[in-house]
């Protein structure tokens, strides 16, 4: 029996999570089917409830709803822990089991799929929501000089920071004056809205790079910000969405997709 599963979130018509899963489950012949759900901001854990009751076997979370997920789950993973946020929700005999899998695929797309070394480097993260709380602890992990966290409201960033590392700093974009960063990543919601973070013009060092999270066919604005004020190499989260997306349908099915192939045909398709 085909078993179902889909994203949810608001807006979701952006979602490229069912053509990566459909590919997945093409490639590993696993007969699932994939689809878009948009909740409403006020009706998450319905749609939720509403899925599984009809058959669901599991779902992505994406903005602005892994807050609420997190809170929804009937048990978590160590990371979606940490992370107090859950972007991949499991569906079993059990309850609802939440996991955090936007670290891994961050982590996985700049070292593996990017080639870039994150150990002695300054990193900067703009964001304090779900989509940061989520990359934190992996960014963590992999030794940086220095993680700065900024926000548009410094003391739910300074918040986030407290609760995660005395190791991390965070603060107001206007902190951010003086400081130079080796890595920064886009983790609002801005390119959504059509904006960018407002940055200082000097924010990037020698050889930089601009990582946004979202994804779209052209720069994001903050991408275009970024290219013009002397980030060396600029990207989008296709990647990051792949590699989490092969973390959570291995959660799901027990089998682990290869990403290449699935990257390769994506940034083709543009």
């Not at 590993?28 to 006020?42: N, S, V, W």
């Not at 809170?71 to 609802?96: E, H, K, P």
């Not at 910000?225 to 989490?244: C, S, T």
């Amino acid at each position: 029996m085909t078993e179902r599963y889909a994203v949810i979130g608001n807006p979701v018509d952006h979602s490229r999570s069912p053509e990566i899963q459909s590919a997945f489950a093409r490639a590993t012949r696993q007969d699932i089917e994939y689809g878009r759900l948009l909740a409403p901001r006020d009706g998450f854990a319905e749609t939720v409830r509403r899925f599984r009751s009809e058959g669901g076997r599991g779902a992505n979370v994406t903005v602005p709803f892994k807050e609420q997920a997190f809170r929804l789950a009937d048990s978590l993973s160590v990371r979606a822990q940490a992370a107090q946020a859950v972007n991949t929700l499991r569906f079993d005999a059990s309850g609802i089991f939440g996991d955090n899998t936007d670290g891994a695929g961050l982590v996985a797309d700049l070292k593996c799929n990017l080639g870039i070394s994150l150990a002695g480097r300054r990193i900067l993260l703009l964001g304090a929501g779900g989509a940061a709380r989520g990359v934190l602890h992996p960014l963590l992990a992999e030794h940086p000089a220095a993680l700065m966290l900024v926000n548009r409201t410094p003391e739910k960033a300074r918040a986030l920071a407290a609760a995660v590392s005395p190791l991390l700093r965070a603060g107001a974009f206007d902190d951010l004056r003086g400081e130079r960063f080796d890595v920064v990543v886009n983790a609002t919601a801005a390119s959504l809205a059509g904006e960018a973070p407002r940055l200082p013009a000097d924010i990037f060092v020698s050889g930089a790079l601009a990582y946004d999270m979202m994804y779209a066919a052209n720069d994001t604005p903050f991408m275009a910000w970024a290219r013009a004020h002397g980030a060396a190499q600029i990207v989008d989260g296709l990647g990051m969405l792949v590699e989490q997306a092969a973390e959570s349908f291995f959660l799901w099915r027990g089998v682990r997709p290869e990403t290449a192939p699935v990257l390769a045909m994506l940034r083709n398709a543009r």
